[in-house]
């Protein structure tokens, strides 16, 4: 006979098994804290109906309009890429929504602000046995982009 007990453990067990809950931390800005220092560049992400802006805070620095609908993530992937190669001390960003910004596509464009994955590069011996069809496939490489990233309203 089955006790009550070894059934609420299962239960327990099961549920635990199959709920996965992803958590991504944001670092808000609260009105106590003081001495706080201006970076030398923050980029701004600015997420519009008609496609994604990026800004220094003073000025555009590239306009992405959306690609068959969608945003054109692998753009902005490209261009957070090159910026970071031109500040590589840079790590703060800032990802600014127009008010019927859906969730999925914020998600979306932090990841794409946030990392990258660049092709991992081959020793001449590596090619050389790619050539005889024996090399493993190398998985790319993930670099750390703008880290740090704050959410607001698009002006």
């Known amino acids: ?9 299962t239960f327990l067990l099961m549920t635990a098994v199959f709920s996965r809950i992803a958590i991504l931390e944001l670092d808000l800005p609260s009105s106590a804290s003081g001495g706080f220092s201006e970076p030398e560049f923050r980029l701004e992400v600015i997420v519009r109906r008609e496609g994604i802006e990026l800004a220094n805070g003073a ?17 902005l992937s490209e261009l957070a890429l090159s910026l970071k ?3 590589p001390d ?3 960003a800032s990802v ?12 979306q464009v932090m990841d794409a602000v946030r990392s990258a994955e660049l092709p991992v590069e081959r020793t001449g011996a590596e090619v050389a046995r790619d050539e ?4 493993v ?3 790319p490489e993930r ?5 740090e990233i704050a959410v607001g309203d698009a002006p």
Request: hydrophobic share 50%; glycine share 2%.
């Open 1 to 9: 006979m089955i006790d009550i007990f070894t059934v609420l453990v």
């Open 143 to 147: 670099i750390a982009l703008f880290t």
């Open 90 to 92: 840079a790590m703060y």
């Open 59 to 75: 000025q555009l620095i590239a306009a992405i309009p959306k690609r068959n609908g969608a945003h054109d993530l692998a753009t």
């Open 137 to 139: 496939r190398l998985k």
């Open 96 to 107: 600014l929504l127009e008010p019927d910004t859906a969730y999925d596509d914020l998600i």
């Open 85 to 87: 190669s031109d500040h």
């Open 132 to 135: 005889t069809r024996t090399a």
